[in-house]
């Protein structure tokens, strides 16, 4: 059986930002702990490459639509977007599940 290719992975500005700022925080508390969260959440986006609707629908997109998909690691909260036709996972934004949650 043949593997199907993987979709491709871009991330929005605000998206790297946001990883820039989280790890920028966690680093000035523990090295180990900025590593740790990368490295999951960058893990967990491989998994998203072969297998986009591996995740849960997008509840705070409304109206829900099936594209838009989120996952939570260590408190953070990624979102992102399927585009089928281009097969591409857009990562959107990444933000600690104890803020007020944005919709969008």
Do not use: G
């Not at 946001?18 to 959440?41: F, M, P, T």
């Not at 408190?75 to 934004?93: A, D, E, F, M």
Request: charge should be positive.
């Amino acid at each position: 059986m043949v593997n199907p290719k993987p979709f491709q992975v871009d991330w929005d500005r605000n998206a790297l930002d946001d990883l820039k700022e989280i790890l920028e925080y966690l680093s000035a508390q523990s090295s180990q702990a900025s590593k740790i969260v990368k490295s999951a959440i960058l893990s967990r986006i491989d998994v998203v490459k072969t297998n986009p609707f591996i995740c849960e629908k997008d509840e705070l997109r409304l109206p829900i639509n099936e594209e838009f998909r989120a996952f939570v690691v260590f408190s953070y909260r990624i979102t992102y977007h399927v585009h089928v036709k281009l097969k591409q996972v857009r990562i959107l934004r990444i933000r600690h599940t104890s803020r007020e949650p944005l919709l969008y």
